[in-house]
């Protein structure tokens, strides 16, 4: 995913995101909740940022680099209390 357009996490407020799973693979799947968990830890404790690429209601995929507060099996919280469905992300970068 190396011609992935970076959104500012700012903009993320506006998006749309897809409503169904962006993966089907139920490993890949439980590797992203495995990812977010971590990336959650990294967020709180060091403040570290992570790449996170997702898809879009519009079927368009972005990036955003951005420090993850929260991650469960639905939904991310990032700085700025935007909220990103878990379903949507593609795949987290360290």
Not at 23 to 45: Q, S, T, V
Not at 89 to 94: H, R, T
């Amino acid at each position: 995913m190396d011609a992935v357009q970076i959104l500012p996490k700012e903009q993320l407020s506006e998006i749309s995101f897809i409503k169904e799973d962006v993966l089907k693979d139920p490993i890949k799947i439980r590797l992203r909740n495995i990812y977010l968990k971590k990336a959650e830890l990294l967020g709180n404790a060091y403040k570290s940022k992570v790449k996170m690429i997702f898809k879009t209601a519009n079927g368009s995929v972005f990036g955003v680099e951005t420090t993850i507060w929260a991650a469960d099996e639905n939904h991310i919280t990032i700085k700025g209390g935007v909220s990103i469905p878990t379903k949507s992300i593609l795949e987290i970068e360290f």
